[in-house]
């Protein structure tokens, strides 16, 4: 499944250094939940002789409620749908691809991959994310993070999780709507878990409306 959009599913934290510095940063996949998937960015800047390794990981999937829950499951959770063709233009020098998913199976061949595929090889189990991943190499410094800026145009839309309190939702939008250069982006709430028309296509459905 392709889509014209990245997703990003973070925290309202991020979303603000996003917006009020203009920027995106890439950081060390060593507090990565996925172990497995850590290990192998691991291997490969064992590889490829370099002191630091960052990356910068998006959704290519529509939402939904376990992509909510894993990534951004709390009422801090946001999601931004940049404009991807914009975006890989901010990030054109950078390495990047789509994540193969595998099983165990799968990797037994040694001679079917070559160790720059390592970065973008994860187990089946994780499929459902469809992700693109941008990952950054400094062969000189040990860093943990890796700041690179663009322009707000990149982001079509922000998305916030069906969690936060309708009221707190409307307060944090208005503070964002007044950072220099988000007034036009479009700003929502997810209605995932609580969705008028779903609920009035069942009373449609049940003869109660």
């Keep these: 499944m392709t889509t014209s959009s990245f997703r990003r599913y973070t925290s309202l934290f991020i979303l603000l250094d996003i917006l009020k510095e203009k920027r995106l940063t890439l950081l060390d996949p060593q507090n990565w939940d ?3 998937d850590a290990f192998y960015m691991e291997l490969y800047k064992t590889k490829m002789g370099v002191k630091s390794l960052l990356a910068l990981c998006f959704a290519e999937v529509r939402e939904t409620y376990h992509i909510w829950k894993v990534f ?6 946001v999601c931004i749908e940049f404009n991807k063709d914009l975006l890989l233009g901010y990030f054109k020098e950078m390495k990047s691809d789509y994540v193969k ?16 595929q390592l970065p973008f090889l994860k187990r089946f189990a994780f499929k459902d994310e469809h992700e693109f991943r941008f990952i950054y190499e400094d062969k000189d410094d040990i860093i943990s993070s890796k ?20 009221t707190i939702f409307e307060s ?5 709507q007044e950072i220099d250069g988000c007034e036009n982006i479009i700003i929502d709430r997810t209605s995932l878990v609580d969705n008028e028309d779903w609920k009035k296509r069942g009373k449609e459905i049940a003869d109660l409306s």
């Design 101 to 116: 998913y595998l099983p165990l199976d799968k990797l037994k061949k040694k001679s079917d991959f070559n160790y720059d």
């Design 34 to 36: 996925d172990t497995n």
């Design 172 to 176: 944090v939008k208005a503070v964002i």
């Design 72 to 77: 951004a499951g709390d009422a801090n959770g």
């Design 147 to 166: 700041s690179l800026p663009i322009q707000l145009d990149c982001i079509q839309r922000i998305i916030f999780n069906p969690w936060i309190p309708l």
